[in-house]
C-alpha cells in the first residue's frame, strides 16, 4: 500500500453545496399545495422528480470544485 506525499484534506468549503439537496426536500412548504399540476400530476409527485437533477448538479458541482490537479 502506498501513502500520499501530502496529507489529504476533505475540508474545503465546496462541500457545504451537498447539503442543499438534503435539507431542500425538507421543506414542508413546498409540497403544501396541489397546484401547480405538470401533465396532470400534483406538485408532490413532480417536485420529487425534480430533486433528482438537483442532486446530480451540487453532487458534479462540488466534485468539479475539489478534485486535484495533476
Known sequence: ???PDRKRSDRSPWNWLLAIPIVVPLLPFLYNA???RLLGFPRFYWLQLAFVPLGVVCTTAVY???KRRR
Request: no cysteine; glycine share 0%.
Open 64 to 66: 468539479q470544485l475539489t
Open 34 to 36: 396541489l397546484d401547480p
Open 1 to 3: 500500500m502506498t501513502t
